[in-house]
């Protein structure tokens, strides 16, 4: 089972930027979808952004398209979700998954890792 590894976060202001990188244990490029959540404090975790196996596809929940662009390095295998315009409300922990393209649920998750949006 491929180990994820998060880096990135922080805080910034509200407007400001921030990338978020996921590296893996194993090249994620031609086994595995992948995706970036966020989990709010008293809210339920929501998928962020997601990027098809081979990189090919990326999709966004409605609140963050136009902001983020999530992307794969097809040499390291390394997953990226860059962050623009953020708000106060993007304020969350965010975690990489990734799964195999035959299962539903994603099933390796990186440690998480806090971003605060400041107004």
């Known amino acids: 089972q491929v180990q994820l590894v998060e880096s990135g976060g922080g805080e910034v202001q509200s407007g400001g930027s921030l990338r978020l990188s996921c590296t893996p244990s194993e090249n994620l490029f031609k086994r595995y979808h992948t995706g970036w959540f966020r989990q709010a404090p008293g809210k339920e975790r929501e998928l962020v952004a997601a990027?098809?196996?081979?990189?090919?596809?990326?999709t966004y929940t409605d609140s963050v398209k136009g902001r983020f662009t999530v992307s794969g390095d097809n040499t390291s295998g390394t997953v990226n979700l860059e962050m623009n315009s953020l708000k106060p409300e993007d304020t969350a922990v965010y975690y990489c998954?990734?799964?195999?393209?035959?299962?539903?649920?994603?099933?390796?998750w990186g440690q998480g890792m806090q971003v605060t949006v400041s107004s």
């Open positions: 998954a990734a799964r195999d393209p035959w299962r539903r649920e994603f099933h390796s």
């Open positions: 990027l098809s196996k081979s990189f090919t596809n990326a």
